[in-house]
């Protein structure tokens, strides 16, 4: 017993010594596509200005938006812009806007696994929505053999796999879906999850990677750092031009720089199936959500500062981990969209 | 009595005998396979900076896991604070005091608790201990944690204190004692073994928790300086590393496994060593 | 079970009619006091986890009604929610766990308080708790590394071949289903089971297996007949755990159960389960309708937990007023 007591004491000491904040700590929550590239930033800039800590988790788009309009987070971070809705949650919440503002490029491509093929695939539009809607069935379809010519496409089922978490992939997958198909539209339209007609669910990227890995004649979705870093086969999507485009950091750049003459003020835009020869068209922007006005000085200056390092010396770091960066035109309309920050 | 009868007995009693020792191979032989699989694919990671850096970014190689493995600590150490006495006295209750009205309640809850999703437990922590305050924190995590571990230590306490013998309390009666002091001084120490497993069951399974820290203790890529900011947790670390299309991260995140199974046995020990006392009832 | 605490501190010949400050100095009160608030704070605990998931779930509750619990639809953009898949695979995949896992858990469990040598009962056990602290994203990633590529390649044509006649063992397997979930939830929760049924056949007086081998049982029917009835209670509270466990598991089994809101009756088949849904969606879920038909399916479960439990406290009931004989 007395021992007992002895340690109660001990904890409560302990826990009633520990209540000081040092350093400043500002919460960023949202996204898990760009965390390798968030934690990268947020590390260099610390290392910057060590009595600021940035401190980002990954924990999704949807929860990131949630708790930044609940304010237990500072800041948030979505794959997939905020809707109307949202927006006005927000507002009428806190009093004031949320802004948007786009911080890397990312892709998402069409991983598969057939066992007698080894080259690169090229699906057309109507591939990939017949296939996804559950019409196109056989691996040797016309539809995809029309595209490949000379491969030995065999006929086999094709077993479709997508995300069963809800995620800005599948934003972005579906949100290209809906472009291209009337029917995909019509029926599924675009969104972090959605009701697929056909398909296993896989959770998270590695979920859909290990499923697509592990069962012959599957396809599947996945983003491009996670193809890239993992070195899985991935194929060629046709685009608005009429081009079969492999997905990599210049032809993502070339998606929104094509969608970067019509950004609108809020940079709230879908680069899908961008104009531009060689852009590919299953692109999409990410975006960290900052409140217009943030009361604590402290906070505004060092989130502001961040940002302008972020479209400096930041944009510097993408490449090396598969992030296409931001073109210029939206660089220098971000510039300006800072200031209203207040 | 037929010898052939006796014989055949005798037979199912071996075979019966031996199944159950197949039993228990097969499950120690999966846990040793898991523990080796860990060893496997993390053991190379762990090092003495896994132990002693912060994480760091993808492309540097090493960094570690201080902060998680600080931060593990401190919140199982603080739900126990919170879901033990809960469990363990709420099981007195239901074993020494209670009539079977109010003892089916009490089970009945600790069995629905028991049975809740641990993300609905997260949100119900973010809902009561997060948004009040507008951030996330440690004690919210421990909170979280703790309400996972009051029905198993509920449960246990109770079957293991209406175990012990009635001619221990009637001696103790005889003897003149209160009923307080019975079950302090007699009871409970008879059945402080399977308590003291149940209560580290409990820990250990809440140990490997990783849904409702992502709404409570959140996570941190610093050190946690207090207890009302977020903390890293070697759960939520592993999660994030190994959904993250790294392989370096894989590695640690198999690493951080073998270091969660590490920290647990640790405590087992420690706690067993700690709290041993002679046993009042033999071991049969 | 307890002798009336009244006699307590009473008997004797000198025996005075106590006092209420008698009793408190004694501690009694206080001690039955401080012991029922704790037990009540748990009943207050649960219902207020109970009115928050029925607050936040107001808006699917009046849109659907009993309905919820009869379509098989969910989609997020159409807003129609329907619980039945979700329902049917947190069944059948907790059923598959308990299948596996009560009898694995329960032999191992004799194994180990019976036959074997005490410290190599204590040090397997040490080693069996540690099981129930592996986290259960590594259980995840161990069932998708390992558990379903062996479903597909070795146990699925060791089933379908001879018995895919059957329904439940019909159909084309891609490695993750309701089966694969259950074998995951089995290891899962089987350190539940042997631990908490090793501790109660341990405590069982040595009197007992004694009477019983006097009488000239076999090693296997003493224990049979006489120790596991006597620690029947005991086995009952971990099987009970270890349900609780497989239906509230949430992230090792949306990374083996394929994720797919259909009900089928192959145990092959891709399935959903309610936990895993909820960890699949709730962080990315937007819209009010949407969280809050996530938080319904949370209900739900609380719901199926309360019935589950309260049939097999029925069960326990009536097989145990057959009487088995053995009296406390």
């Keep these: 017993m007395k021992r007992l007591t002895g340690l109660l004491v001990a904890a409560l000491t302990l826990a009633a010594s520990v209540w000081a904040d040092n350093d400043l700590l500002i919460n960023g929550a949202g996204a898990t596509f760009p965390y390798p590239i968030y934690s990268k930033w947020f590390d260099e800039y610390h290392k910057k200005d060590a009595k600021i800590q940035f401190n980002y988790q990954s924990v999704g788009s949807g929860a990131g938006i949630k708790q930044v309009t609940d304010g237990t987070v500072d800041f948030g971070a979505t794959d997939g812009p905020m809707n109307d809705d949202q927006l006005k949650a927000y507002q009428d919440k806190h009093g004031f806007p949320i802004l948007h503002f786009p911080t890397v490029l990312g892709a998402v491509v069409p991983t598969y696994n057939v066992p007698s093929v080894s080259s690169a695939l090229n699906f057309t539009p109507e591939a990939l929505a017949g296939i996804y809607l559950g019409k196109i069935t056989k691996w040797n379809d016309p539809a995809i053999a029309a595209a490949n010519k000379g491969v030995n496409l065999p006929a086999t089922d094709i077993i479709v796999v997508h995300r069963s978490d809800g995620s800005g992939t599948t934003y972005c997958w579906t949100d290209y879906l809906s472009k291209i198909s009337e029917e995909w539209n019509g029926k599924v339209k675009k969104g972090t999850s959605v009701n697929w007609p056909v398909g296993l669910g896989g959770k998270g990227n590695e979920g859909v990677t290990g499923l697509v890995k592990q069962t012959p004649n599957s396809i599947g979705y996945v983003e491009l750092i996670y193809a890239a870093q993992n070195n899985i086969p991935y194929g060629a999507v046709k685009n608005a031009a009429g081009t079969f485009v492999k997905a990599d950091l210049k032809s993502v750049s070339e998606a929104a720089a094509g969608a970067a003459k019509s950004m609108p003020d809020d940079f709230r835009v879908s680069i899908t199936n961008a104009p531009g020869k060689g852009a590919y068209p299953i692109s999409t922007f990410t975006w960290l959500l900052i409140p217009e006005k943030i009361s604590d000085a402290g906070k505004r200056d060092s989130i502001k500062g961040f940002l302008k390092w972020m479209l400096a010396d930041g944009q510097s770091y993408t490449e090396q981990l598969s992030y296409a960066k931001l073109p210029k035109e939206v660089v220098e309309k971000e510039k300006k969209a800072i200031s209203g920050v207040q | 009595m037929s010898g052939a009868r006796v014989r055949w007995r005798k037979f199912v009693s071996n075979f019966m005998m031996t199944m159950t020792g197949l039993c228990a191979l097969i499950s120690v032989s999966v846990l040793f396979f898991i523990l080796g699989y860990l060893v496997y694919n993390g053991g190379t990671s762990i090092n003495w900076a896994f132990f002693t850096q912060l994480p760091k970014p993808v492309g540097e190689i090493g960094g570690g896991m201080a902060n998680a493995i600080v931060g593990s600590g401190k919140l199982l150490f603080a739900a126990s604070l919170f879901g033990v006495p809960i469990g363990f006295l709420g099981g007195v209750y239901l074993a020494e005091f209670s009539g079977s009205f109010v003892a089916s309640v009490v089970r009945y809850a600790a069995d629905l608790l028991n049975g809740v999703p641990s993300i609905v437990i997260g949100i119900f922590a973010y809902a009561m201990v997060v948004l009040p305050f507008k951030h996330f924190s440690t004690f919210a995590g421990a909170f979280a944690l703790g309400l996972m571990m009051i029905p198993i230590t509920l449960r246990s306490t109770e079957e293991f204190l209406k175990n012990v013998p009635n001619n221990l309390r009637e001696g103790a009666m005889a003897l003149g004692a209160s009923k307080s002091k019975t079950i302090r001084t007699v009871i409970i120490p008879a059945a402080y073994r399977g308590i003291l497993t149940a209560i580290l069951l409990a820990l250990a399974r809440v140990a490997g928790e990783t849904a409702p820290l992502l709404f409570t203790a959140f996570g941190n890529r610093f050190w946690n300086n207090s207890w009302s900011q977020p903390t890293a947790s070697l759960p939520v670390m592993i999660y994030t590393y190994a959904v993250s299309p790294y392989e370096d991260w894989h590695r640690q995140a198999w690493a951080a496994g073998l270091v969660l199974l590490g920290l647990i046995l640790i405590i087992n020990i420690v706690a067993r060593t700690i709290l041993a006392r002679g046993i009042a009832v033999p071991r049969s | ?328």
């Design chain 3, 1 to 328: 079970m307890v002798t009336t605490s009244t006699t307590y501190g009473s008997t004797g010949p000198a025996a005075r009619s106590r006092s209420f400050l008698s009793k408190l100095r004694d501690g009694d009160e206080i001690a039955r006091l401080v012991t029922f608030l704790f037990a009540m704070s748990v009943v207050l605990i649960t219902v207020l986890l109970v009115y928050q998931l029925w607050v936040n779930s107001a808006l699917p509750r009046h849109k659907f009604g009993l309905h919820f619990f009869a379509t098989e639809v969910w989609d997020p953009i159409a807003d129609e929610y329907g619980a039945l898949p979700f329902i049917y695979g947190t069944l059948v995949t907790s059923a598959v766990a308990l299948l596996l896992a009560v009898p694995l858990g329960i032999g191992a469990a004799i194994f180990l308080a019976e036959l074997a040598p005490p410290r190599i009962s204590d040090a397997l056990q040490f080693f069996i708790d540690l099981l129930a602290a592996v986290p259960s994203v590594i259980y995840g990633l161990l069932g998708a590394f390992i558990v379903v590529p062996l479903m597909r390649t070795v146990i699925y044509p060791a089933l379908n071949k001879p018995l895919g006649f059957m329904p439940i063992f019909k159909g084309p397997s891609y490695g993750v289903g309701f089966f694969t979930a259950g074998i995951v939830l089995a290891i899962m929760v089987i350190p539940y089971i042997i631990s908490v049924s090793r501790e109660v056949l341990l405590s069982v007086p040595r009197d007992q297996r004694e009477a019983a081998l006097a009488l000239g049982a076999t090693r296997w029917e003493s224990t049979w007949k006489v120790v596991v009835p006597f620690a029947k209670t005991g086995i009952m509270g971990s099987i009970f755990l270890a349900l609780a466990r497989a239906l509230g598991e949430t992230m090792a089994v949306t990374m083996v159960i394929g994720n797919t809101p259909k009900i089928a009756a192959s145990l092959f088949a891709p399935g959903y389960s309610i936990a895993a849904v909820i960890a699949n969606e709730f962080t990315e879920a937007t819209g009010d309708l949407y969280l809050q038909s996530l938080i319904a399916l949370g209900l739900v479960l609380f719901i199926l937990t309360f019935v589950i439990n309260g049939l097999a406290r029925l069960l326990i009931v009536v097989t145990t007023q057959k009487g088995s004989g053995v009296t406390r």
